[in-house]
């Protein structure tokens, strides 16, 4: 039976909660007997009691985020008990005497009060005191404070979880979990502020109903009744007494538990562990407070109270003393029978990050954000704007000071080896020359860290001049940003990892699991994709659209499991892709194309083996091939035009190898890659004699 009712509570806890709430206001409109009135008296002391003992027993303030609700409820319903005990004390005392309002009302005001109004009235003065002026304001203006004080931290909060997440401190679970976290406690004190008022004015409203029933009970049981004076004050006071007794203590109760659970911070353990362990955390101080009694009890004040105290605290003291003596012995006992060191655990050194940012001491202010610094942020968009333009999630970049580095200097690595560095000046600004400038700046010479196009850095007074002047100014913030972004995207093969491949395809598998199950692991393991995506990310070109290449891959997969030629299929499966990477302003494909005669030349000499083929031209051929290849590159550079090289789908993959051996991100086409509606204007011909 027990079961079942337990069961039927946790199934329709929101029809027992809107049920609740409409009991409340009937409570308000209908009369009630007292028999009904007792019960919902002695349920709101219970419901008081256990709000204070889960209030006591949370480890945190946002463990009873519905404190600020339950905060306006139990109000609601306490000023709807008030309105049902006015009814009967005015309309049935005349009648029925003292118990009119119920037995709960009649005990409290004869028990409590001792049967004198005039008591009772100064023990309820007394609650309305304590709860008004000393919690109730106490608490509110608590509340107003911690308010304020976290909503003005969320945003240095929510700064501390991107850089965590950023350095690979954190995952992007913990880090959404921390983020609520964040969210639910600015919500709590928010709420909190606006809900002490609810008490406040509850104590006020107790005031007012206790004068009214006086006054109003006297006047009644006088001219309606024909009570005598002295009785009809005696009668009504002592119910009106005993009624708002009853209400001001849950009342009381409430006011404490939201006194506490706003003063409370953050802890592991229960208020009453966290309470006794502080407070009895120093025998000295319990000793003290000893002595101090003993003293005392030297005067005329009762001995008999101090010294029961005072020996009570001194021997907690002397036990507190012994078994903080014996821990201490335990200590040096434990530590001189570790007289082998235990081996040191090596193995959290093994770990490499797979990305690294170093920066000198001169630069922390770019990522600190109290001194204005927002690369944290910039890094954050980075990796977002990467997955969009290159399809690969970059795992998070560490950011850490390195003393030994210059102080704007610094350092890139992949998987703890430098592949990239350069300096940037917090407190200047850096201007480019793209080519168009009309006229001579004055500032520290340099050259872009990413592009390598000469460059001066420059103060902020001569900002507005440079950009004049037609040179492109950024920040030194956008400087770094910029190099590191490059930096990615040259070695973002090496970046692509078999995990990211496994989570690529589970990603793919969500909207395209046919694709996925035909190719992998059927036709090629992860670890085959793996090699062609790597082969087109050095290329520059993206893998986004992952269903294509894993199509392609499908096809071809069968009949060829070489990675080179695999890579030739996709690439010309994403033709277009790869000629909008190309097309200019004006819409063409400006390119250098090579002679037949050369061509021929170099497939005679691709050799190919078990573990790949290869150019195996002699040096000499090599040479005078590198040679034509520099002069029509710097041709068609000096024309203002980014180079590109098409040949025959036979032999591209060889002539890229070739050109990355002269300059790399130089672009090598085939002419099956270059899509029909795509305007070609071949500037040159490379051409061996």
């Known amino acids: 039976m027990l079961n079942r009712l337990s069961q039927w509570i946790a199934k329709n806890q929101d029809i027992i909660f ?4 409409i009991a409340i206001l009937i409570t308000i409109f209908v009369p009630l007997p007292t028999i009904i009135i007792d019960i919902l008296f002695v349920f709101s002391i219970t419901l008081s009691i256990l709000i204070l003992l889960t209030v006591v027993y949370g480890k945190e303030p946002t463990s009873f985020s519905v404190f600020p609700s339950v905060l306006l409820l139990t109000t609601a319903y306490r000023l709807a008990l008030d309105v049902a005990a006015t009814r009967l004390i005015l309309g049935n005392t005349g009648r029925l ?5 119920g037995h709960v009302i009649e005990t409290f005001g004869e028990f409590v009060a001792g049967k004198e109004p005039l008591i009772g009235f100064v023990i309820f003065i007394i609650l309305i005191i304590v709860n008004f002026i000393v919690i109730t304001k106490g608490s509110n203006r608590i509340s107003e404070v911690a308010a304020r004080f976290t909503l003005d931290a969320m945003p240095g909060k929510q700064m501390a979880i991107d850089a965590d997440l950023n350095s690979g401190l954190i995952k992007e679970s913990e880090a959404r979990k921390r983020r609520e976290q964040i969210s639910k406690e600015a919500d709590f004190y928010g709420a909190m502020d606006g809900a002490t008022k609810f008490v406040r004015g509850d104590a006020i409203a107790g005031i007012i109903i206790v004068l009214i029933n006086i006054v109003g009970g006297f006047v009644i049981g006088v001219l309606q009744y ?3 004076a002295k009785k009809a ?5 002592l119910l009106t007494i005993g009624e708002g007794l009853v209400s001001q203590i849950p009342a009381l109760i409430i006011s404490l538990a939201a006194g506490l659970i706003v003063t409370r911070a953050t802890a592991t353990s229960s208020l009453g562990k966290e309470f006794m362990g502080q407070i009895f955390s120093d025998h000295k101080a319990i000793m003290i407070t000893a002595v101090f009694l003993g003293l005392m009890a030297l005067t005329p004040l ?3 109270p101090l010294i029961l105290i005072g020996v009570t605290l001194y021997l907690i003291s002397r036990s507190l003393k012994k078994a903080s003596d014996v821990e201490a012995k335990k200590e040096v006992e434990r530590k001189e029978k570790e007289v082998v060191k235990k081996p040191e655990r090596v193995e959290g050194l093994l770990h490499v990050d797979p990305m690294e940012l170093e920066i000198g001491y001169g630069l922390i202010r770019l990522v600190d954000p109290n001194q204005g610094g927002n690369l944290l942020e910039r890094v954050t968009r980075i990796r977002r704007q990467l997955a969009v333009d290159v399809g690969l999630v970059i795992p998070p970049v560490r950011i850490r000071d390195n003393m030994q580095l210059e102080p704007n200097q610094y350092v890139v690595k992949i998987r703890g080896v430098k592949i990239a560095s350069g300096n940037s000046m917090p407190e200047y600004f850096l201007a480019m020359d793209a ?5 001579q700046i004055e500032g520290i010479k340099t050259k872009e860290p990413a592009f390598g196009l000469p460059a001066y850095w420059i103060t902020e007074q001569e900002k507005q001049r440079a950009e004049a002047l037609g040179y492109t100014v950024v920040d030194s913030t956008t400087v770094l940003a910029t190099h590191l972004t490059e930096t990615i995207k040259a070695h973002a093969a090496e970046l692509l990892t078999r995990e990211d491949v496994n989570n690529l395809l589970k990603t793919l598998e969500e909207t395209n699991p046919s694709v996925v199950k035909e190719v992998v692991p059927n036709v090629l393991k992860p670890g085959d994709v793996q090699k062609v995506l790597q082969n087109l990310l050095r290329e520059g070109i993206s893998i986004r659209d992952l269903s294509t290449i894993l199509e392609t891959l499908g096809d071809y997969a069968p009949k060829t499991k070489d990675h080179e030629v695999l890579t030739e299929y996709v690439r010309n ?4 892709s790869i000629c909008q990477q190309h097309i200019e302003k004006d819409g063409k494909m400006y390119v250098v194309t090579l002679d037949p005669k050369l061509e021929d030349l170099i497939k005679s000499s691709v050799e190919r083996t078990e573990q790949g083929s290869f150019l195996s031209m002699s040096p000499a051929a090599i040479n005078r091939v590198t040679s034509q290849l520099t002069k029509e590159m710097d041709k068609i550079i000096g024309g203002g035009h980014s180079p590109i090289i098409i040949c025959s789908p036979q032999i591209r993959y060889h002539v890229k ?6 300059q790399s991100g130089i672009a090598v086409l085939s002419y099956n890659e270059i899509v029909k509606d795509v305007r070609v204007e071949a500037l040159g011909m490379v051409a061996v004699e």
């Open 18 to 21: 809107v049920g609740s709430i």
């Open 97 to 101: 005497g003292t118990s009119a309002a």
């Open 226 to 228: 024909g009570m005598e």
């Open 233 to 237: 004050l005696y009668t009504y006071t």
């Open 302 to 304: 009762p001995k008999i």
């Open 435 to 439: 080519g168009a400038v009309t006229g």
């Open 573 to 576: 499966s994403l033709a277009r």
């Open 657 to 662: 190898r070739l050109v990355d051996s002269i």
